[in-house]
Each structure stands twice: as structure tokens, then as C-alpha cells.
């Protein structure tokens, strides 16, 4: 049965259950049951275990060291869900400690398959929220990369701190506003988008993008941020026709 097939006091003694597996595997070193939640094909039996190990990291100091060497024991594995679990993990760990996992990421990013990759980002997003200093800086000296598959990870890294901070990223975007990979240009098209649609952050972008040196990039935000508004008018700070007016008038 999955997880949420189950009732809502169903999963919570199933999320008892889990986190109760992970401490007992980690005081006796062995990892079956752990390992077990971590492989299983229901994306919350996996979303428990890591936001599991999350909570042990912070309730238990004596178990901080024990996770970390599970964590590094296991980045590797075979099976792509649990690396990928794994990373989820350190995003958890990351909002509150972003150096002693910063390796972990690091492979993670470079990861052979996208799910991994995938979760990087997602764990980055996360600790970025409550952790912007380290992780703006992960994204910073990673963003110039000979990798254009790491570079757009690090632009769609930023995008959650950007919706609710974008002068802290927007300096860090504009580095790739030349960028010759179609798919990291279309990552900061895209992020740039994400990013305008929150309150106090439509007019700031707008006004540091028409400055930027490629000036190809305005036409395409500008039809972006009118999609976004669209898509996103529950959630905007300004009605899609606001933003429809604002840039003919700029055209005009």
C-alpha cells in the first residue's frame, strides 16, 4: 500500500515507523531497512526517510558524525533512488550546515543520472530559503563551469532565494546572459520568469535586465514574465494585464 493510500493517523505512525527504522540502523551500523525506504518506488515512502534523517541530524549531536559517514557511504550506490534520496538528505542537513555536506553535492551535480541531478537542485532550492549566504556562494563559484549542465543547475538553483530576494541573485544570473548552451540560456530565461512574479520583484528585474549588455535577452524575459503572470494570476503580485500594458508603454 502506499503512503498515501493510507489514512492520515495511518501515516503518521508510518512516518513513526520509518524515522524509528533509520535511529536504530544508525546506532547498530547496519542500513537494510533504511537502505530499503530509500529505494522504494513511492516517492514519499522516500520523501520520510530523508526528511527523517533530516530531523535525526538535529535532534540527535551524537548521531551527526554516524549520518554523515552513512551519507558518504552510500552517495554512490548503485541504485539511482538512493543517491538520489541521499541527496535529498543533504539538502535537509544543508539548511543548517551547508559545509559539512557541500562535497556531497558537489557529486551529486555531477551525477550520471538526471533524478540525482535533479534532487541537487532541489536540495540547493531548499537550503537556499533558510541557508542564502553558503548556498548563493555554492551557486556563485560553480556558475562559470566548463559544464553547461552544472551551470544550468546552479541558475535554477537560485530561483526560490530570487522570488523572495532577487538582488541578492540577479548579479549572479547575469553572468550568463551570453551563455552559447541553448539549454542553460533557456534555464536563465526561464529563472529570470520564476522570479518576477513575486511581490516587490516584477520592477527590479525588469529594470536591471534592460540594462544588461545582451540585448536579446528583454524581448524573450518580456514574453516570458506575460506567460508567467498568466499561468501563475493566483500567485502574482500584478494582473497578466498590468504587465501587458507596462511593456507597451515601455515600447512606446
Request: include cysteine; charged fraction near 35%; aromatic fraction near 12%.
Amino acid at each position: 500500500m502506499r503512503f498515501y493510500d493510507l489514512s492520515k493517523e495511518e501515516r503518521e505512525l508510518k512516518y513513526k515507523e520509518i524515522q524509528n527504522d533509520i535511529l536504530n540502523d544508525l546506532k547498530n551500523n547496519k542500513y537494510n531497512k533504511t537502505l530499503d525506504y530509500f529505494n522504494d518506488d513511492d516517492t514519499y515512502i522516500r520523501k520520510a526517510g530523508y526528511i527523517g534523517v533530516g530531523k535525526l541530524y538535529n535532534q540527535f549531536s551524537e548521531l551527526q558524525k554516524d549520518i554523515i559517514l552513512f551519507l558518504n557511504r552510500y552517495i554512490k550506490d548503485d541504485r539511482e533512488k538512493v543517491r538520489q534520496t541521499i541527496i535529498y538528505c543533504c539538502g535537509e542537513i544543508a539548511v543548517t550546515n551547508f559545509e559539512i555536506i557541500e562535497n556531497l553535492i558537489k557529486v551529486g551535480i555531477t551525477d550520471k543520472h538526471h533524478s540525482v541531478k535533479n534532487a541537487s537542485t532541489g536540495a540547493l532550492k531548499k537550503a537556499g530559503e533558510k541557508n542564502p549566504k553558503e548556498i548563493i556562494k555554492f551557486c556563485s563559484d560553480n556558475i562559470t563551469s566548463e559544464n553547461p549542465e552544472i551551470r544550468k543547475l546552479m541558475c535554477h538553483s537560485l530561483e526560490l532565494r530570487g522570488r523572495t530576494h532577487p538582488e541578492e541573485i540577479i548579479n549572479i544570473l547575469k553572468i550568463l546572459q551570453c551563455d552559447k548552451d541553448k539549454k542553460v540560456f533557456e534555464m536563465l530565461i526561464h529563472v529570470l520568469g520564476q522570479i518576477s512574479y513575486k511581490k516587490g520583484c516584477f520592477h527590479f528585474v525588469e529594470k536591471e535586465i534592460r540594462d544588461w549588455d545582451n540585448k536579446d535577452i528583454y524581448p524573450l524575459y518580456k514574453d516570458e514574465v506575460i506567460e508567467v503572470h498568466g499561468r501563475y494570476e493566483k500567485f502574482s503580485e500584478f494582473k497578466q494585464e498590468y504587465i501587458i500594458d507596462f511593456f507597451f508603454q515601455k515600447a512606446n
